[in-house]
């Protein structure tokens, strides 16, 4: 990986304890919200509209959340009431405490359609977002015996952490402009991580609301998931990251996760030497023999698992193993029955073929 990238951190204050806005200027305000996780934490951001507030993604429906967001609405919101609420995705650190929110502020949910409905049939438990298709998914990949039961041992977490959804939303699509807060901003689509994410770029302030596409420290999460069990996550996920690439040097840059940073071409370069580092380690370990996914875990990441961490690297295991198939660098071995497992074989060992996957050139 590239050592030549450093995100620039360009907010001059420690990140806002739970429960505390931090004005950043251009009616944006910084929240966080507290996670019972190894990533203990999500941004949210508050945007002033003038006569009320739209807030931007909502935190887990814990109790600790819940209470951050009730010493908010005490302190810092009024007298101008919250309007609205923008999910940038599915995921429960951004859609927990959506329903409780949009319920006890009267405020309207904005998201895009694949978000939303997404996020409908995952809290509804409907089959294959439950566990036991997660279950299936991750045995026919290699799973263990000892990782499912460890697996099993989370139930639905999706469901706990997003215990109801709004029944009814506000749809946007890439490309719509929204007025927010006190400027225009631009929804960036973006497919990989989750069905269709929502970014948010404002030209008048230089900012973005990159959602989870873009982290300043950490690489996005980009798995295969049961309802779509040959898709090509990764290769959408590098689609999505050519169109940061046009946006200024200077745009600052508010992620989900970590601090504001400034630096997207750096990251979004580094993030793509990142994955064809990874498409060539797999490349490598599935000449000498097929592998499953499984078994690929422990050549793309070389530290202690905890049961999420597993869930999130057999899920990246898969997506490189598929960016790989899909590319025709690898080929799928095995007949995909109740008692088989895929593994993956090379038929083109050169870097070339992983940086060709990983949409670099060579
Ligand atoms: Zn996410």
């Excluded at 908010?72 to 599915?90: G, I, K």
């Excluded at 779509?228 to 169109?243: C, K």
Aim: proline share 7%; aromatic share 6%; charged share 20%.
């Amino acid at each position: 990986m590239s050592d030549a990238y450093a995100p620039h951190y360009w907010v001059d204050a420690a990140a806002p304890q739970p429960g505390h806005a931090l004005a950043l200027g251009d009616g944006v305000h910084w929240l966080r919200m507290p996670m019972p996780l190894a990533l203990d934490h999500i941004n949210l951001w508050l945007l002033d509209d003038g006569d009320g507030w739209t807030a931007i993604d909502c935190g887990l429906a814990t109790d600790a959340a819940r209470a951050a967001w009730t010493q908010l609405a005490a302190t810092r919101l009024p007298p101008r009431p919250l309007r609205r609420v923008l999910c940038t995705h599915m995921h429960p650190d951004h859609v927990g405490l959506a329903d409780w929110l949009c319920a006890g502020h009267g405020a309207e949910l904005l998201m895009t359609q694949g978000e939303y409905l997404s996020a409908r049939l995952t809290a509804a438990g409907l089959a294959p977002t439950d566990p036991d298709s997660w279950l299936a998914h991750y045995r026919v990949h290699g799973a263990s015996d000892d990782d499912l039961a460890q697996l099993s041992g989370r139930g639905n977490f999706y469901m706990r952490m997003v215990p109801s959804m709004p029944t009814r939303y506000r749809r946007i699509v890439h490309g719509q402009t929204l007025r927010l807060g006190r400027a225009d901003w631009q929804v960036i689509g973006g497919g990989g991580h989750s069905p269709e994410h929502a970014a948010l770029w404002c030209d008048a302030h230089g900012l973005l609301i990159s959602g989870d596409m873009l982290l300043p420290r950490i690489s996005t999460n980009v798995s295969v998931f049961p309802i779509e069990p040959d898709a090509d996550p990764l290769g959408r996920y590098l689609d999505s990251l050519t169109r940061f690439e046009p946006l200024p040097a200077d745009t600052r840059v508010l992620p989900s996760h970590g601090l504001p940073f400034v630096g997207v071409h750096g990251r979004v370069r580094q993030l793509r030497e990142h994955h064809a580092d990874r498409l060539g380690a797999v490349l490598q370990a599935c000449a000498a023999q097929p592998l499953s996914a499984r078994e690929l875990v422990p050549v793309l990441f070389r530290r202690v698992l905890d049961v999420h961490q597993l869930s999130f690297a057999l899920g990246e295991a898969i997506a490189h193993a598929h960016r790989l198939w899909h590319g025709g660098a690898l080929e799928r071995v095995g007949d995909g029955g109740a008692a088989s497992v895929w593994r993956w074989r090379t038929r083109d060992a050169s870097q070339g073929a992983a940086r060709a996957a990983a949409g670099l050139d060579g």
